[in-house]
């Protein structure tokens, strides 16, 4: 194979990239300068070899330079902050429902990264879950409130159902109140394109 | 800016690629086993440094392996392929509309990759575009059909003028004839959704 086709099977394992992207990133590439290619090139390098995932929420991170003889930090940047409320816990599925957690400055708590979501209880399944990394994080801290903060999709939902008994099994007594995002019509959008199940939950949701 | 961050933005100048997009490329590469990751990097060197473009159509190629003494070829294997028809050209935008064509295995002459298309006549977006190279290929071949088949969009239309008196003015006799591809309802389409320039297209192309 030529390397115009072994790059596009490469790119089209992305997410989200198919045939035809695949083709138009390799053209992109073609065309760029050599320069901005190196660079490219130079930042998934330092991305590989600088960033690691948190000891406590598994958000990838860059630890602080170790130049000064300060050892890399084992918490990310928001784990480490001592300004957040740490009685407050957000499970996610995936480090960009974080991103977006975070871009709305509205969570003051911490967040753990479940690492996906189940469709079914099957154990191969459900061993890609961080969940025994869930159940130490709940044991040997005290939270008053963790948000299951999981897509409304049925995957979201099936492995809410499993985390929140995982939970309620680990927590040390006094139990943290269990809780979930609020479903219904998003903002901006209208009633009548809200499928059915969105308005039910919009409705059993009013206030 | 750390590591990911910079990636992230390196990936959002690829086409097609937003914020949200940038960051999963990022997430992904960051789970991606190590092997794979030098895989990519080594496959974009590759590309780099050995594809170049064919000097008559401007389409990437690999030239064949120089290590037998042989000199690497000018021409991509369309080009240099004798069993094609050499007195048909087809002018299209880009790379990928060549492949599409070429994916029908029914086209058997030679293409010109234009470069994009152009919404103005301004001369800094004319010079964008191979207008000197398109005449250039016209003047030394003597074509007997030149199809224009750029995107019917309004783009590839004003385009389509322009190229198509460039061509007029440059092709020695006898003229070639100069074609456009058809317009009409895709293949799996309904009527019902056409807009009414296409309908109009098909009605036009009835035959």
């Not at 479903?183 to 939950?201: C, F, N, Q, R």
Request: proline residues 6%.
């Amino acid at each position: 194979m030529d390397s115009i086709n072994k790059l596009i099977n490469i790119f089209r394992n992305f997410p989200t990239v198919g045939p035809r992207t695949a083709s138009r990133f390799v053209y992109y590439l073609l065309k760029l300068p050599k320069q901005d290619v190196d660079e490219l090139i130079f930042a998934i390098h330092e991305l590989k070899n600088k960033v690691k995932l948190c000891v406590s929420c598994f958000n990838p991170f860059e630890p602080f330079d170790t130049a000064q003889g300060r050892p890399a930090g084992e918490l990310c940047p928001i784990c480490s902050d001592n300004s957040r409320n740490k009685n407050l816990l957000c499970v996610v599925e995936k480090e960009s429902d974080l991103l977006s957690l975070e871009n709305t400055k509205k969570f003051i708590g911490l967040y753990f990264i479940l690492g996906g979501a189940v469709a079914t209880m099957r154990k191969e399944d459900v061993s890609q879950l961080r969940l025994e990394e869930l159940k130490n994080r709940v044991k040997e801290n005290s939270f008053s409130e963790i948000i299951i903060a999981l897509n409304p999709t049925p995957e979201g939902k099936a492995t809410s159902v499993l985390i929140e008994s995982a939970i309620k099994e680990t927590a040390k007594p006094p139990a943290p109140k269990i809780t979930h995002l609020a479903k219904g019509i998003p903002v901006g959008g209208e009633l009548e394109y809200a499928d059915e199940e969105t308005l039910e939950s919009a409705l059993e949701g009013r206030k």
